[in-house]
């Protein structure tokens, strides 16, 4: 019914919210900051009932000075394929992929969200390599710049994200900013 599907909802934004809270925590709490980040992934994954979380880092390409990205932290589910050991430290052009607009979008402040079906060919491409059913991307803000962002992938469904997840989920990403900015 209506109401059991509000009430669920309520319940969700309930256990994220609680778990922003914790991850924040962690991340002010914890000396050790790549373990911190760490747990952080893993607790904001959970609540999320995402099946991988993973922040990249915005950088200048050494040569072109384009805006490249470069995976630098995962969590993911059990059973679920890591990118780290074929992304990490790589970089990786967003014009390759036709993803310029995401670099945009995500330093206008904006996030990106959708499930794969509902996206563009180049990147119904670069899901389908990793295996993603729908994904949110937050930017990760120090100051006024966009570090870069944190992605949540969804590899079993194809899911709608709600307004209040996006919300819940800038807040982890300004916590992430926060204790990468120390």
């Given at each position: 019914t209506d109401r059991?599907?509000?009430?669920?909802?309520?319940?969700?934004?309930?256990?994220?919210?609680?778990a922003?809270s914790?991850?924040?925590?962690?991340l002010?709490?914890?000396?050790?900051?790549?373990?911190?980040i760490?747990?952080?992934?893993?607790i904001?994954?959970?609540?999320?009932e995402?099946?991988?979380?993973?922040?990249?880092e915005?950088?200048?390409?050494?040569?072109?000075?384009?805006i490249?990205?470069r995976?630098r932290?995962?969590?993911?589910?059990p059973?679920i394929?890591?990118?780290?050991?074929?992304?990490?430290?790589?970089?990786?052009s967003y014009s390759?992929f036709?993803a310029?607009?995401?670099?945009?979008?995500?330093n206008e402040?904006?996030?990106?969200r959708?499930?794969r079906?509902?996206?563009?060919i180049?990147e119904?491409?670069?899901?389908g390599?990793?295996?993603?059913q729908?994904?949110?991307?937050?930017?990760?803000?120090?100051?006024?710049?966009?570090w870069?962002?944190?992605?949540?992938?969804d590899?079993?469904?194809?899911?709608?994200?709600?307004?209040?997840e996006?919300?819940?989920l800038?807040a982890?990403?300004?916590?992430?900013?926060?204790?990468i900015?120390?």
């Amino acid at each position: 019914t209506d109401r059991r599907q509000v009430e669920l909802e309520l319940k969700r934004r309930d256990q994220l919210m609680a778990a922003v809270s914790s991850a924040s925590t962690c991340l002010l709490t914890e000396l050790d900051y790549e373990l911190a980040i760490s747990q952080a992934l893993k607790i904001i994954g959970e609540a999320a009932e995402v099946d991988r979380v993973l922040i990249y880092e915005n950088y200048p390409h050494p040569s072109t000075g384009e805006i490249t990205m470069r995976l630098r932290q995962e969590w993911t589910k059990p059973g679920i394929r890591s990118l780290l050991p074929l992304l990490g430290n790589q970089i990786q052009s967003y014009s390759i992929f036709g993803a310029q607009h995401w670099y945009q979008a995500l330093n206008e402040g904006q996030c990106i969200r959708g499930s794969r079906s509902y996206l563009s060919i180049s990147e119904q491409t670069l899901l389908g390599r990793d295996q993603v059913q729908a994904l949110m991307m937050v930017p990760i803000r120090l100051g006024r710049q966009c570090w870069g962002f944190i992605a949540f992938h969804d590899c079993t469904y194809e899911r709608q994200w709600s307004s209040h997840e996006e919300s819940i989920l800038f807040a982890m990403a300004a916590s992430l900013g926060g204790a990468i900015q120390r």
